[in-house]
T-cell receptor, first 112, second 118 residues
Framework: GIQVEQSPPDLILQEGANSTLRCNFS?????LQWFHQNPWGQLINLFY???GTKQNGRLSATTVATERYSLLYISSSQTTDSGVYFC??????????????FGKGTKLSVIP | GAVVSQHPSRVICKSGTSVKIECRSL??????MFWYRQFPKQSLMLMAT?????????EQGVEKDKFLINHASLTLSTLTVTSAHPEDSSFYIC??????????????FGSGTRLTVV
């Protein structure tokens, strides 16, 4: 199956700083999703981005499918941004189905 | 937007008993739902794909007789952990995607169920 690598595994930021999280994947994918898992375990959709760049407030994401990577940018970080960020490429799993494969995540801690 | 409701959010059960977890898509139809398991400080691992009206497809290493999945309607899938043991303690999360693509939010996840078997 597809392999997903996220970096860095851990990141500590001072409030107000910017950061870039990276997701590499080993095979062609149909789409890619970024999630934020909050301390209570809820997975929150951030972006559904097969290619190109999307922006939502202080967050933006870029996927370069031909080079098999995606980046998540967080600008002017806030303490509420803390949590684990997962990328999950969407790939065909057979019999007309698609599935997500999760990376191990980047644990972000934003300190005041 | 697409909403997936998962219940219960937390359950503690005695070893040997069974626990049922429900996953509902509230504002869209989902022919396919997914069940994941997450151990502390680890990633999500896909357990099975639940298909409405047919048998679930289990990932390698997941016991289908222990983790019973039923997807009886386009809005409801259930996961039953049978004869639970302490090693089954984990965070279980379901997800679904709009079957008709009218809601372009990708895959939406429930809030998860934290199962503790004592």
């Amino acid at each position: 199956g597809i392999q997903v690598e996220q970096s860095p595994p851990d990141l500590i930021l001072q409030e107000g700083a910017n950061s870039t999280l990276r997701c590499n994947f080993s095979d062609s994918v149909n789409n890619l999703q970024w999630f934020h898992q909050n301390p209570w375990g809820q997975l929150i959709n951030l972006f559904y981005i097969p290619s190109g760049t999307k922006q939502n407030g202080r967050l933006s994401a870029t996927t370069v499918a031909t080079e098999r990577y995606s980046l998540l940018y967080i600008s002017s970080s806030q303490t509420t941004d803390s949590g684990v960020y997962f990328c999950a490429p969407v790939s065909y799993s057979g019999a007309g189905s698609y599935q997500l494969t999760f990376g191990k995540g980047t644990k972000l801690s934003v300190i005041p | 937007g697409a909403v997936v409701s998962q219940h219960p959010s937390r359950v503690i059960c005695k070893s040997g008993t069974s626990v049922k977890i429900e996953c509902r898509s509230l504002d869209f139809q989902a022919t396919t739902m997914f069940w994941y398991r997450q151990f502390p400080k680890q990633s999500l691992m896909l357990m099975a794909t639940s298909n409405e009206g047919s048998k679930a497809t289990y990932e390698q290493g997941v016991e289908k007789d222990k983790f019973l999945i039923n997807h009886a309607s386009l809005t409801l899938s259930t996961l039953t952990v049978t004869s639970a043991h302490p090693e089954d303690s984990s965070f279980y999360i379901c997800s679904a995607r709009d079957a008709f693509g009218t809601v372009n939010y990708g895959y939406t996840f429930g809030s998860g169920t934290r199962l503790t078997v004592v």
